[in-house]
């Protein structure tokens, strides 16, 4: 297994080399596996392991375990404990939610506090296959039957073509120590319903079937990669972008075939359910109207006329403290002592340009900003358009604001105005934790 590790490594993630990793240790057979294959190939490693706080003595015993592998190894390791269940109550999400959102909230602030390059979790052909038919029993489009992506922006999951059983014989083989966790026994979830009864089950009946697994996902894969070329050039020819709405010319996506299949493509990242309500819009009367959670589509006259529903009301403004905030969107605030390499979600600003608290809300028309680096002032609409932002991604774009004033499009651009000078005393570093 170890020599398909490396060459899977150096095939599909070659730019692994070199780089600063961090993985994500539960202490159970799969990150352990992971751990022991990617220090065995010669990468720097670290390993970042959460103590979710759920199951007591067991979760700690976990913890302790993680930090002795890493002892052993000679590697780096971060450990961290959540008060889990008083999180999901806060935030009114379930036990897994919190347990997510934690976890990855955490895992991001540490590749940029400790300059980690990449996020390696020990997702592997099982949980994919599982992933699957948990899609599939809540109903999904060929983008939901694809499954776990090998890579997601700096999470990277390097044992997805492997199974679970190979994953064991390595341990096995190598003598290598794990924690079991006595959750993954309960059947109160369905994921562990469908790994404990059904696709045993399922194996029993076809021995081939994580194998012809693969090849049907590189088939959907395939299918799903020419969908998004073909919906592209749909999008230019049917869709038109206002500052504050995406319209569909009604003509234009009826005289295209699998009218239908075109719209579920176009909308089915807003929210909507009901497509035959969608579908019907199409000949509906002037006003007929749809809402998802979050948006409203509106026949008027030849258009379908898609807006957000925050986007009718009030814009509300959020105010921020000297230490950040964590909702609506996850900002942290706080002194340095130097400045460092300001990325998308990083920015350092002179602290005496700062009037606290700051406010954070959405954009709106008419704004304007002073991009760094630049002398004028630019409405956003234009910065928006020049950067060829989609009115999807427009939506959920933040402002930091001081006096009324923009200190950063939050993830995009900061204002040049409070940029640090040889005359900034105090230096206030800012990063934005996506979810």
């Not at 999400?93 to 976890?103: E, K, P």
């Not at 994580?210 to 230019?236: G, H, P, R, W």
């Not at 964590?326 to 340009?353: M, Q």
Request: proline share 3%; glycine share 4%.
């Amino acid at each position: 297994m170890l020599a398909r590790f490396k060459k899977n490594i150096e095939t599909n993630f070659s730019f692994l080399k070199g780089k600063k990793l961090l993985i994500a240790c539960s202490g159970g057979l799969d990150s352990v596996v992971l751990t022991h294959l990617m220090n065995e190939s010669k990468y720097e490693i670290a390993l970042a392991h959460c103590n979710f706080s759920l199951r007591g003595k067991e979760s700690d015993g976990d913890e302790m375990f993680v930090v002795g592998l890493a002892k052993n190894l000679e590697i780096p390791v971060f450990a961290e404990t959540f008060d889990t269940k008083k999180f999901a109550k806060e935030q009114k999400i379930s036990t897994q939610m919190a347990a997510r959102d934690l976890r990855y909230n955490w895992f991001t602030e540490i590749l940029k506090d400790f300059k980690y390059d990449y996020l390696l979790t020990a997702h592997h052909l099982d949980d994919n296959l599982e992933t699957f038919f948990i899609n599939l029993s809540r109903g999904t489009g060929l983008n939901g039957l694809t499954g776990i992506p090998k890579e997601n922006n700096r999470v990277i999951r390097p044992l997805l073509n492997f199974s679970r059983d190979e994953i064991f014989k390595y341990a096995d083989a190598n003598n290598l120590k794990w924690r079991e966790d006595s959750s993954n026994k309960k059947t109160d979830y369905l994921r562990n319903k469908l790994r404990l009864e059904v696709l045993p089950q399922f194996k029993e009946i076809n021995e081939s079937v994580l194998k012809n697994f693969q090849k049907t996902q590189q088939n959907l894969q395939s299918s799903q990669n020419l969908i998004e070329d073909y919906m592209a050039l749909v999008y230019k020819l049917v869709i038109s972008e206002e500052i504050d709405s995406y319209k569909i010319n009604i003509q234009k996506i009826k005289e295209l075939p699998h009218t239908e299949a075109l719209l579920y493509e176009l909308l089915n990242g807003f929210g909507f359910t009901e497509w035959e309500d969608v579908s019907s819009l199409l000949d509906a009367q002037t006003g007929k109207q749809l809402f998802s959670k979050t948006h409203r589509l509106l026949k008027n006259r030849e258009e379908l006329l898609l807006t957000e529903i925050d986007s009718e009301k009030v814009n509300k403004e959020f105010l921020v403290y000297e230490k950040g905030i964590t909702s609506p969107i996850n900002l942290k605030i706080e002194p340095s002592e130097y400045i460092g390499e300001t990325e998308k979600n990083l920015i350092y600003v002179a602290s005496e340009k700062l009037s606290f608290p700051l406010k954070l809300r959405k954009w709106s028309s008419g704004d304007t900003f002073q991009p760094f680096g630049m002398k004028g002032k630019k409405k956003l609409s234009k910065f928006f358009k020049d950067e060829k932002i989609p009115l999807t991604e427009k939506e959920k774009i933040w402002l930091l604001l001081s006096d009324d004033k923009i200190v950063w499009i939050v993830d995009y651009r900061m204002d040049e105005r409070f940029k640090i000078t040889e005359d900034t005393k105090k230096i206030i570093k800012i990063t934005y934790f996506p979810e």
